[in-house]
């Protein structure tokens, strides 16, 4: 194989990113952008479990969906073995770890996502919540304890100039990835 290169085992033809982070760290953004980037196809699952049902119930305290993690990976498990996809959620550890040739993590400053969330109506638990959910780096540890050390990337989320540089990284990333063998 010439050249240098990001190389994947799962047999696919284009690369998997799981693109992670507490909510309102630009992950919708990011991966929009991403994927008109790159041609990925991007997987909002909050969207998709709102489309298809995958939820189990309510969840009154953090006024949030209960989504049922079993039929979501059912629900991806074709697109996942193609390849090709950018999946954008705020939790990482129930996917099967050999999806993601790359598993980016959103960081943002608290202040400014503090800012962010009430601007979106968060307030009481659901907005303490997300907040100790940033500063105990809480999907940050879930990341690392759930897929291998070289495929999880923390990225800072404060500023448009971080969107665009983060973009522009994960699209050379991704126009480098071959897969194994080929
Ligand atoms: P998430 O999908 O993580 O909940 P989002 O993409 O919906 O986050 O972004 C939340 C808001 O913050 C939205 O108004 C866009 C803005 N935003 C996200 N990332 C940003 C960045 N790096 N710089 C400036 N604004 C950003």
């Given at each position: 194989m010439e050249g240098g290169g990001n190389y994947g085992w799962?047999?696919?033809?284009r690369p998997n990113i799981l693109v992670t982070g507490t909510?309102?760290?630009g992950k919708t953004t990011t991966c929009s952008l991403l994927a008109d980037a790159v041609h990925l196809h991007h997987i909002d699952i909050a969207k998709l479990v709102k489309a298809k049902n995958l939820?189990?119930?309510?969840?009154?305290?953090?006024?949030c969906l209960i989504i049922n993690e079993e039929q979501v990976c059912d629900e991806l498990e074709d697109m996942m073995e193609v390849g090709g996809n950018i999946v954008d959620y705020h939790?990482?550890?129930?996917?099967?770890?050999?999806?993601?040739d790359r598993v980016v993590v959103l960081q943002t400053n608290i202040t400014i996502l503090h800012d962010r969330l009430t601007s979106r109506g968060y307030m009481g638990p659901k907005l303490t919540n997300n907040i100790d959910c940033e500063i105990f780096q809480v999907l940050y540890e879930e990341a690392r304890s759930s897929y291998a050390e070289d495929v999880v990337l923390a990225l800072t989320s404060n500023h448009i100039e971080d969107l665009s540089d983060n973009v522009r990284m994960l699209t050379e990333w991704v126009n480098n990835w071959r897969s194994a063998g080929s």
């Open positions: 799962g047999g696919r033809e909510p309102g760290t939820y189990d119930g309510w969840d009154e305290e953090f006024e939790g990482c550890d129930f996917f099967p770890e050999n999806w993601f």
